[in-house]
Nanobody, 113 residues
Framework: QVRLVESGGGSVQPGGSLRLACAAAGEIASTNVMGWYRQRPGSQRELVAS?????TTLYADSVKDRFTISRDGTEMSLQMNNLKPEDTAVYYCNLVVRFKIYWGQGTQVTVSS
């Protein structure tokens, strides 16, 4: 049984910063991919950033140079700087391992003045 537990999130003014964290528990093969997705109101869930077991990273164009994804084993974080109102969304931790996909419960990020 794999479980993802998220922490962080909250409310911040435009230009502010937040840090999200995700810890994966359970039997997890080392060759996995972890990532962050977000779902804005009225929109589909979209990829924000992902990080492979070899630390290769991938970012959505909208967050490049503002967000940084990192991991230490099965613990992952997302440092979000220079946040914009359009970053407001529910952020989900994601793990893909051995063709199975797991999701966290989601955490709200609100960027508003």
């Amino acid at each position: 049984q794999v479980r993802l537990v998220e922490s962080g999130g909250g409310s911040v003014q435009p230009g502010g910063s937040l840090r999200l964290a995700c810890a994966a528990a359970g039997e997890i093969a080392s060759t996995n991919v972890m990532g962050w997705y977000r779902q804005r109101p009225g929109s589909q869930r979209e990829l924000v950033a992902s990080i492979y077991y070899d630390d290769t990273t991938l970012y959505a164009d909208s967050v490049k140079d503002r967000f940084t994804i990192s991991r230490d084993g099965t613990e992952m974080s997302l440092q979000m700087n220079n946040l914009k109102p359009e970053d407001t969304a529910v952020y989900y931790c994601n793990l893909v391992v051995r063709f199975k996909i797991y999701w966290g419960q989601g955490t709200q990020v609100t960027v508003s003045s």
